[in-house]
């Protein structure tokens, strides 16, 4: 029983160009989500997160839209960099908790 | 300020032993949670402890445990290793609930291979 879903394991996006990454989930106990990213070898990395009283969060050149009654978020990145090439996860919690519940990634590749 | 610290960042071991792996979080961060990666399962939650106690624990077998010290420093035991124990495993740590204002940082991880 997956909770959190990342339907793409790959995306491709060229240098510049608009990067949208999706996340669903079922558990509607889930009211705060984040996005990190992910080297090889390396720990994840916080990039942006978003409550569940808001519908966007924006920073910088990342922006996180969240529908509460498609149950769907997703994570824009423009313009894209080849810095941004990594794998990139969603995740949720109940009430804050530390308690994570990931997705299965997305492996972006930024394309000069 | 420093970041999650995670040791050893590599270690081999034979199914049947027992390991221990050490995660000190980021300074004045009280809670720490740990987390398995592996290409099959994804990255799951093991527990997570806040001033010593375990307030969130996951769906793994008792073999996984862990502690928390009186400094926060925190230390997660696998028993009698077994194969599928193989695994990227993380350590993240917070002030507390998460929000707007407060996040969950992640160390790099401790390899390990059991053989």
């Known amino acids: 029983d997956q909770q959190v879903k990342q339907n793409s394991p790959s995306l491709s996006v060229q240098e510049g160009r608009i990067s949208i990454l999706n996340c669903d989930y079922t558990n509607s106990m889930f009211d705060y989500f984040l996005w990190y990213k992910k080297y090889p070898a390396e720990g994840p990395t916080f990039l942006i997160s978003?409550?569940?009283?808001?519908d966007k969060n924006e920073d910088g050149r990342f922006t996180v839209f969240l529908n509460k009654s498609a149950k769907h978020l997703s994570l824009h990145i423009v313009p894209s960099q080849p810095g941004d090439s990594a794998v990139y996860f969603c995740?949720?919690?109940?009430?804050?908790?530390?308690?994570?519940?990931f997705g299965q990634g997305t492996r972006l590749t930024i394309n000069p | 300020k420093a970041g999650v610290t995670q040791t050893p960042r590599y270690l081999i071991k034979t199914r049947g032993q027992q390991v221990t792996l050490s995660c000190s979080p980021i300074?004045?961060?009280?809670?720490v949670s740990w987390y398995q990666q592996t290409p099959g399962q994804g990255l799951q939650f093991l527990f997570e402890y806040f001033s010593e106690t375990q307030r969130n624990k996951g769906n793994f077998p008792g073999r996984f445990s862990g502690r928390q010290f009186s400094n926060s420093r925190s230390e997660m035991n696998v028993s009698t290793l077994e194969l599928g124990d193989s695994a990227l495993y993380l350590c993240?740590?917070?002030?507390?609930?998460?929000?707007?204002?407060?996040?969950?940082?992640f160390g790099e991880g401790s390899w390990l291979t059991v053989v």
């Open positions: 978003i409550s569940s009283i808001k």
């Open positions: 993240a740590s917070s002030s507390d609930l998460i929000s707007s204002g407060n996040t969950i940082y």
């Open positions: 995740a949720a919690s109940v009430q804050g908790a530390q308690k994570l519940v």
């Open positions: 300074s004045g961060h009280r809670s």
